[in-house]
Structure formats: C-alpha cells, structure tokens
C-alpha cells in the first residue's frame, strides 16, 4: 500500500475525505478520483477502475493498493506511470530508466559479466584506477546485478552514481576487453571480460599486460588476512541538508565531502584497502542508507565527518562520539553484552538469529567502536585542537545500523569563525586525514582477533521486511 499523504506530496493531489458520505475524493489537476472505504473500486472522472483491495485507513492516514498509481493516478493526470514493484520504482512519463539484468561466469583467468540492457541505451565504458565504470545515458538504472566470487579480480559490482554499473577491481586484475552486441527485441547487450594479470607476479618484472593506473600505490602497508579490507567514509549531510552553517557561510556538506574524498585517497593509497563514499557529490542521501550501504559492501569500518555547531561562537575543538545504547532500550544493552539468543527477529520467531532488527546492528560493535573512537581521538589530538569533552557517546541515528565497528567525527566547531577557515582550509583538511589514516592503522595493528561472528546477513529495517 502507498499512503495516500505521500502520493499526494508527490503528485500534487489534494485530498478530501467526506465525513457524510464517508469517501475519499482525489482531485489530481483538474480530474477527480473517487474512493469509497471498503471497496475495491475508483471512479476517475466517472469511469470506475478495479483496485486490488480496498483503501484502509491507519490512524489519520489512508493508504491505497500501490496499483492505484498505473490504474487510477495515471488517466486522471493524463501521464504515464510505470510501476516496477521489485525494483520499487514509479517512473513518471518519459524517463529513461534502463532495466539492467547482470550475470557473470567465472572462466579462471577471466572473469566475464554479461549486462543486458533493455531497452538498448548509449553508453561509455572506462577505467578509472581500480574501476571499471559502465555509463549509461539514462536518469538511473533498474538494475540486477550478480554476486560473484572472484574477490582478487572483481571485488564488487555495483551501481554508481548516475546510470552506471561499477566494477570495482581486485589486486590481480590485469587488463579488460568489452563488446556489444544487439539483443532481442531492441535490447542490448554488454560483455565485459576482466582478465587475470599474465604473470605471476615476478619481484622485478613488470607486467605488459596491465596499464600503469592498476599498479598498486607505492605505499602499501597491507592488512593481514582477517584484517580491514573495506572502510566506508561517510560525508555528513549533502544535497538538501546543509548541515551546520558557519559564520563566513561554510556549508557543513561542503566540508564534509571534502575530507571524506581525501581520506578516500590516502587510506586508499596508504592502506591498500577499498574505500566507499556514502556521497561523492552534493546528494542527499536517508541516514538509513548510509549504514545499508556500509553493510551491504560488508564493510569492516565506518567513519561519518561532520562539523560541530554551537550557540556559544567560542566552542571549539574535534570531538569523537560512538553509539550510545541509552536510547535503544534493554533489547540493545542485552545484544551488546552477548546475549544474542534473547534477539527478536523481525517478522516472527526466536531461535534462529539470520536477521536482527535495524536498531540492534550497531549493539555488538560498541566495544570495538569505543576502541576506535579512542584510537581516533588520540590520533587527532597529536594534530588539530580537540574539545574538552573529546570523546562521548550519543545515539546517533546514522551510527545505529551499522554492522561494523562505526564512529562519528566532529572535526571541530564551524560556528565558531577562526574554525570555519581553518575546516576549510588545505593544511587542516590534511591534519584530519593524515590523523584518521594514523589512528585506522593503529586500530587494525591492535585487532588481536578476529571480529565476533555475527550473523551474516544485513540487518533489517523495522518496517521495511526480512532482507536475505
Ligand atoms: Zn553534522
């Protein structure tokens, strides 16, 4: 079901329930849709139209079957509107919105994906360091892309930003080749074939094959097995959340995704390790999907930037916070001292934990974030101005759901003026990026063991159903 309040936003409907009669009138432009508690029908503009079930009502708001959109909304505004339900999708009149079906075959020195693409849409494919992107010309892709288990060649496909598939390419990954081919019934389609490097390895030689952007950085200091393989870097706000507002009119978003894409580069380059923006340009982006995406790349770490505010214009200083579990009730405090048979699992049922409920994520990690909270804060405290409360807990809310080890930064007060240059400024850019490099490495080096085994699969959402 839609509730009837958010197609309105949407849309632009108004919506007028008469008490007397006890319906519902839609008014869409100019053209009126009819709804009437307990049936399963619409009248648009005095043509009645099946609906799958009847409106409900849930407290003040309404909902309607999620095919009232293609059946009724549709000929009342007069615009095309496609629903795709797996892909949880209402494409509005003429966009371009690709399907994308993704497979891959593992043929040992190769590893070939096959993209189809229905309908067949221009697009560009490059390299880009340890990337391979596919750019299509479209708003966004409906895509399907397959897991695969070839991490020393294809780490991971996914989707970029904008209408592109992304392979973002292992250690042993050497050189690739791409071909189009027409499709049936105008779709297209793509085959990628990424190729092993030729030699293996030799201490001196050089490989002809691979072009020199795949050439590891010069300042490896890899993770032993078991160790950090993927941070995802989280630039507070962005798109339509400013954040906080300095004095001189610094945006926090700005600030943030500045440092995020350093930090990007150097842990990249001094750690060996994939690093994921939860943004790489002015988007917005839910607090929700920053932990999900975190947890769907089975990320190892999390860290969000952000950039404090204050009433008092004299606060400054860094500040270092991981979840408290104060807010999150008794269910937390029990995840978080190991007792994981008491979990609930969402949608029914006790015993056997695959899923935990969004809020408890987080709880199993809350030792090792304090530890790398305190790594963190001692890291930065050797380089930038730190608050007298330095280091804190406080229930965030993008922190909640995060299945690794998570912390937020605040790189110091924006409110404050002397601060507000200094948070833009190069040098103090590069002492907070030099530091967070510093005080990860200190981490992963006192990892002792092993994370806890933890349930394998990505928490899921209260609301939003079991995710495999
Ligand atoms: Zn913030």
């Known amino acids: ?39 399963s029908l619409a009248s648009v503009g005095g043509r009645l139209i099946s609906l799958p079930a009847p409106p409900t009502r849930d407290g003040r708001s309404w909902f309607v079957p ?57 697009h560009a494919i490059a390299q880009d360091g340890n990337r391979i992107i596919v750019k299509f010309e479209a708003e966004t892709l409906d895509a399907t892309l397959p897991a695969l288990s070839a991490p020393d060649l294809i780490q991971n496909i996914r989707v970029g930003d904008g209408a592109s598939v992304v392979l973002d390419l292992g250690p042993r990954f050497g050189s690739f080749r791409t ?54 870097v989280d630039a507070g706000h962005g798109g339509m959340e400013d954040g906080a507002h300095g004095p001189g009119g610094t945006l926090e978003k700005t600030v943030t995704l500045s440092v995020a894409q350093r930090l990007k580069s150097a842990l990249e380059a001094r750690l060996g390790v994939r690093v994921i923006l939860t943004r790489d340009g002015d988007a917005t982006v839910d607090l929700d999907e920053r932990a999900a995406l975190a947890n769907n790349n ?95 807990q406080a229930p965030f809310r993008v922190l909640v759901g995060a299945n690794m080890p998570a912390v937020l930064v605040e790189m110091g007060f924006i409110t404050n003026a002397e601060q507000e240059r200094q948070l833009v400024s190069e ?32 928490p899921a959402r209260p609301g939003g159903g079991v995710r495999p």
């Open 298 to 392: 089975k990320a190892d770490l999390f860290v969000s930037l952000h950039a404090n505010a204050s009433v008092r214009a004299s606060a400054a200083g860094a500040e270092v916070f991981y979840l408290s579990l104060e807010e999150y009730g008794d269910q937390a405090q029990r995840v978080a001292k190991g007792e994981t048979e008491a979990l609930p699992v969402f949608g029914g049922g006790t015993r056997d934990i695959e899923v935990i409920l969004w809020e408890m994520a987080q709880a199993r990690y809350i030792e090792e974030s304090a530890a790398l909270a305190k790594e963190v804060e001692a890291g930065l405290r050797e380089r930038v101005l730190m608050s007298p409360r330095a280091i804190q």
């Open 66 to 122: 999620v095919d009232f959109v293609p059946r009724a909304l549709a000929p009342a505004l007069g615009t095309p509107l496609e629903l795709r339900k797996p892909s949880r999708l209402i494409l509005v009149g003429g966009v371009r919105v690709p399907r994308v079906a993704g497979s891959v075959e593992n043929l040992g020195a190769l590893v070939r994906l096959t993209l189809d693409v229905a309908p067949q849409t221009p």
């Open 427 to 458: 040098p103090f850019q590069s002492s907070i990026v030099q530091s967070l490099v510093d005080s990860i490495i200190r981490y992963r080096d006192k990892l002792a063991s092993p994370r806890p085994a933890g349930p394998a699969a990505a």
């Open 1 to 39: 079901m839609f509730a009837l309040d958010d197609l309105a936003k949407l849309f632009e409907l108004t919506v007028r329930e008469d008490s007397l009669a006890g319906g519902l009138t839609v008014t869409a432009r100019t053209q009126s849709i009819v709804l009437t508690p307990g049936q």
């Open 179 to 232: 071909s189009d081919l027409p499709g049936d019934r105008g779709s297209g389609r793509i085959v990628i074939d990424v190729i092993t490097q030729t030699t293996a390895a030799p201490p001196a030689g050089t490989s002809p094959a691979a072009p020199p952007s795949t050439s590891p950085p010069p300042l490896l200091d890899l993770a032993p097995s078991g160790g950090i393989r993927t941070i995802v």
